[in-house]
Nanobody
């Protein structure tokens, strides 16, 4: 399984970005996919996850109501729509995948992308 993130960039506070995680080598509808982020000097944290079975979604408290995860199985892609961005959202964002949702959301996924930088600054 290969995961490729895209969509990062520089945005002003209050702005929006949509990140994409394209999966190859395995049908993404069999995978739970999560988004994680790591800011300089901080530990990696889970942002959001979407299950492989019933499409259930999970969010960190810090992004609830602002971020939305979704998937397009026809394109083998999972998206993270990020609205009302704040400077504290600045980080490298990674997507991760595994057949088991609990493994992904727990940070133990077998497959990880290379990351995409998101910078929120005026």
């Amino acid at each position: 399984v290969q995961l490729v993130e895209s969509g990062g960039g520089l945005v002003q506070p209050g702005g929006s970005l949509r990140l994409s995680c394209a999966a190859s080598g395995f049908a993404s509808d069999y995978l739970a996919i999560g988004w994680f982020r790591q800011a300089p000097g901080k530990e990696r944290e889970g942002v959001s996850c979407i299950s492989s079975t019933d499409g259930s979604t999970y969010y960190a408290d810090s992004v609830k109501g602002r971020f939305t995860i979704s998937r397009d199985n026809a394109k083998n892609t999972v998206y993270l729509q990020m609205n009302s961005l704040k400077p504290e959202d600045t980080a490298v964002y990674y997507c991760a995948a595994d057949p088991l949702t609990v493994v992904v959301w727990g940070g133990g996924a077998n497959y990880w992308g290379q990351g995409t930088q998101v910078t929120v600054s005026s």
